[in-house]
T-cell receptor
Framework: GDSVTQMEGPVTLSEEAFLTINCTYTATGYPSLFWYVQYPGEGLQLLLKATKADDKGSNKGFEATYRKETTSFHLEKGSVQVSDSAVYFCALMGRGNQFYFGTGTSLTVIP | GAGVSQSPRYKVAKRGQDVALRCDPISGHVSLFWYQQALGQGPEFLTYFQNEAQLDKSGLPSDRFFAERPEGSVSTLKIQRTQQEDSAVYLC????????????FGQGTRLTVV
C-alpha cells in the first residue's frame, strides 16, 4: 500500500545552518507529494507541494523536488531560523484521495 | 468560515463513555477527512467524505468508530465505549476538491480517555 518514510528526529541545528529532511515514498501510480509543518500549539499547515515528477515545490525558503527515479521528496532549506522550529511531516495523496503521512521530524533551531 | 474549526479542543472521557467530535470544514469544500494522531506519530487516516458520501472508511480502527456528514458540510466523529487506546488527537481536514489539492487542517481535538 501507499506509505511515506521520513527521517527520524529530533534534529537540532544552529541558526543559519543548512537543513535536509529526507522523505521517501511507496505508492501505486504518481501521487501528489506534500510537506506539512506543525508549529507548537497549532494545526498542520501546508508548507509546499509537488504534483508531478521533477516538480519543485517551494515556500518560505524551503524547497523539495519530486524525484520519481528515487521515489523521494527531500525537504531543504539553505539557512534555517529560530522561527523554523516545528515538526515537519512528509505526505502523499493516494489514489483514494486520502493523505498518508510520515511520522514527523522535530526540528529545533538554536540561536 | 476562515478555516477548519473543530470542537471541543480538549475532551476527557471516562473509559466506556461515548464521545462526539465535531468538524466545521471551510465553506464550499467538497472533501472532508478525519485523522487520528497518536503522540509522537504522524496522522493516520480514518475516513473520507466527498460531500455527504462516505467514500472510504477503511481507516476506522473498530466498529466503535462512526463518522457522518449528513448535509455535506459539518461532520461528526463518534466513538462509542471509549477505551484508553483511543486517546489521541483527532484531526479534521477539508479540501476544495480531490486530486492533489491542498487539504486544510483544523487544530484538532485532544481526547484523553481515563
Amino acid at each position: 500500500g501507499d506509505s511515506v518514510t521520513q527521517m527520524e528526529g529530533p534534529v537540532t541545528l544552529s541558526e543559519e545552518a543548512f537543513l535536509t529532511i529526507n522523505c521517501t515514498y511507496t505508492a501505486t501510480g504518481y501521487p501528489s507529494l506534500f510537506w506539512y509543518v506543525q508549529y507548537p500549539g497549532e494545526g498542520l499547515q501546508l508548507l509546499l507541494k509537488a504534483t508531478k515528477a521533477d516538480d519543485k515545490g517551494s515556500n518560505k525558503g524551503f524547497e523539495a523536488t519530486y524525484r520519481k527515479e528515487t521515489t523521494s521528496f527531500h525537504l531543504e532549506k539553505g539557512s534555517v531560523q529560530v522561527s523554523d522550529s516545528a515538526v515537519y511531516f512528509c505526505a502523499l495523496m493516494g489514489r483514494g484521495n486520502q493523505f498518508y503521512f510520515g511520522t514527523g521530524t522535530s526540528l529545533t533551531v538554536i540561536p | 468560515g476562515a478555516g477548519v474549526s473543530q470542537s471541543p479542543r480538549y475532551k476527557v472521557a471516562k473509559r466506556g463513555q461515548d464521545v462526539a467530535l465535531r468538524c466545521d470544514p471551510i465553506s464550499g469544500h467538497v472533501s472532508l477527512f478525519w485523522y487520528q494522531q497518536a503522540l509522537g506519530q504522524g496522522p493516520e487516516f480514518l475516513t473520507y467524505f466527498q460531500n455527504e458520501a462516505q467514500l472510504d472508511k477503511s481507516g476506522l480502527p473498530s466498529d466503535r468508530f462512526f463518522a457522518e456528514r449528513p448535509e455535506g458540510s459539518v461532520s461528526t466523529l463518534k466513538i462509542q465505549r471509549t477505551q484508553q487506546e483511543d486517546s489521541a488527537v483527532y484531526l479534521c481536514a477539508s479540501s476544495l476538491s480531490s486530486g492533489g489539492t491542498e487539504a486544510f487542517f483544523g487544530q484538532g481535538t485532544r481526547l484523553t480517555v481515563v
